[in-house]
Structure formats: structure tokens, C-alpha cells
């Protein structure tokens, strides 16, 4: 409690006494926040601890920027923030914080699937929430991520495959006519097709508990990786990539596989 108090001495004495801080809006800080939200992403994919907390620290300094200038404008405080997503947490957790008309059997949850279920269901039931099931994901999400999270709240209401399984005979079937459209060479039919692909890859990886989107992080860093091995071993050589057959490269992606191991 201390340090969150000092904290928020020190981010209202920079409103007032920075020149920057001064001048800052809603909208002149929302580029900086994606910024440092991707930077903490970086580090939780690196699990280094070290930025991971220095990371933290710089995404909740704007969660705080805001509630400020939101207080200035005379519509809510940091208070008002903390109570809010205390409030929210208590309603959507009636498992933990049964509600008086609700009895311990009623409200019993077992499986972390069930404590989802609930929670998009108690969603929609707010007052002022999100009327479709599928309202409540953001425009603005990664195309990848929003793929993710519109089966996973589409599942939520029992819109799913009835055994995992099934799901590859619908990847097949997209691949099958993504490849269709590009023989016969129609470009336009032939995107829509691949984002079938896609979106049938990512639904088969959720359903199979793995997270795409950490998934392909994994890749282009494996890719990275062993492309600078390449790059490297080639400078060494004194050569250029460009004056190298496909196979000599091949020789020395192989070699750089040894250290993902």
C-alpha cells in the first residue's frame, strides 16, 4: 500500500510540474501504451523477470496517466478503477463469492472450463454489457488473437466440435479448396480461402490447449535464430548469402538446429 501511494504522489506531482506529462491526452498516450504493452509481452515470451517487472511497472504508470486525466475531466479516479474491477471480479466469481440468494451447491464450479462458461455468461447478463456473444472482443486485436478468441467464446455457449478430433477433416477441407483456388489462379477467392486455412489452424491449435499466437512467437524466434547462425557462419566464411547455392545454406540451418535442442 506504501509504494502503490508513493507511486501515485509521484505521477500527479509529473502532471503537474512535467512540461511532458503536462500536455499529455487520452489520445497522445494510446501509442506509448501499445508500445509498452508489446515490450512486456517480449519479456513474458523471454520470461526474463528482470523486464518483466520493469514492464509492469511501465504499463501500470499509464493505467494511472489515465485514471488522472480521466479525474481532471471529472469522470473517475484511480478509486473508482480499483472498486470497479473489484466489483466486476466478486460478481463473476459466484463460486468464490456466492451471492446471498445463491446457495454453496448452486454456485459449485470444478473445472477452470466451467469458471469460463460462467463468465461469459454472467457477462452478458450485466447491466449495459455486451449483448452478443461475440461483442465483447476487440476491433482492434491482432487478426491472429481475435481468430483465438472468437471460437473460444463461441465454445463458451456450446458452439464446438463434440470431439476435437473432427476438426481435421474441416482443415483438410479448407487446405483442399484453398489449393483449388490457386491452380485455377484466382487470386482473390484463393486469399479468402487461405483465411479459412488460418482460422481452421487456429481453432484446431486451441482445441489441442495450445496458444497460436505464443506458438508462432516461438517459430519466428527459432527462424530468427538460426537465420543469424547463417548470416554469421557466412560472414566468417568471408561469403554472401546471395553467392551461396540453396543447398550450402541448407547445410548450416541444419547445423544451427543443434541449439534449439
Not at 456450446?158 to 485455377?184: A, L, M, P, T
Request: charged share 35%; net charge negative.
Amino acid at each position: 500500500m506504501n509504494a502503490f501511494v508513493r507511486l501515485l504522489d509521484v505521477m500527479y506531482e509529473l502532471r503537474e510540474k512535467c512540461p511532458w506529462d503536462h500536455k499529455q491526452t487520452l489520445e497522445s498516450l494510446r501509442p506509448n501504451t501499445i508500445e509498452e504493452t508489446y515490450e512486456l509481452c517480449d519479456a513474458l515470451t523471454k520470461k526474463d523477470y528482470s523486464n518483466i517487472k520493469k514492464e509492469l511497472g511501465d504499463v501500470l504508470m499509464h493505467i494511472i496517466f489515465y485514471s488522472i486525466i480521466s479525474e481532471e475531466h471529472g469522470k473517475f479516479n484511480i478509486t473508482d478503477v480499483c472498486n470497479s474491477l473489484c466489483d466486476k471480479l466478486i460478481y463473476r466469481h459466484p463460486h468464490i463469492y456466492p451471492p446471498s440468494e445463491t446457495t454453496p451447491e448452486e454456485g459449485k464450479i470444478e473445472t477452470d472450463a466451467q469458471v469460463q462458461e460462467q463468465w461469459e455468461m454472467l457477462k452478458r447478463k450485466e447491466k449495459g454489457g455486451n449483448k452478443s456473444v461475440l461483442s465483447g472482443v476487440p476491433v482492434a486485436l491482432p487478426s491472429l488473437i481475435k481468430a483465438y478468441r472468437i471460437q473460444d467464446k463461441a465454445r463458451n455457449v456450446g458452439f464446438d466440435w463434440e470431439e476435437r478430433g473432427q476438426v481435421w477433416e474441416k482443415v483438410k477441407e479448407e487446405i483442399s479448396e484453398f489449393e483449388k483456388e490457386v491452380d485455377e489462379m484466382h487470386h482473390e477467392k484463393a486469399e479468402q480461402e487461405f483465411g479459412d486455412v488460418l482460422f481452421s489452424i487456429i481453432n484446431a491449435a486451441r482445441l489441442y490447449d495450445i496458444n497460436p499466437d505464443n506458438a508462432l512467437e516461438h517459430t519466428n524466434r527459432k527462424f530468427i535464430r538460426r537465420f543469424e547462425y547463417l548470416e554469421n557462419k557466412t560472414l566468417k566464411q568471408g561469403r554472401s548469402l546471395k553467392d551461396m547455392t540453396l543447398a550450402e545454406m541448407d547445410a548450416i540451418w541444419e547445423e544451427a538446429k543443434q541449439f534449439d535442442k
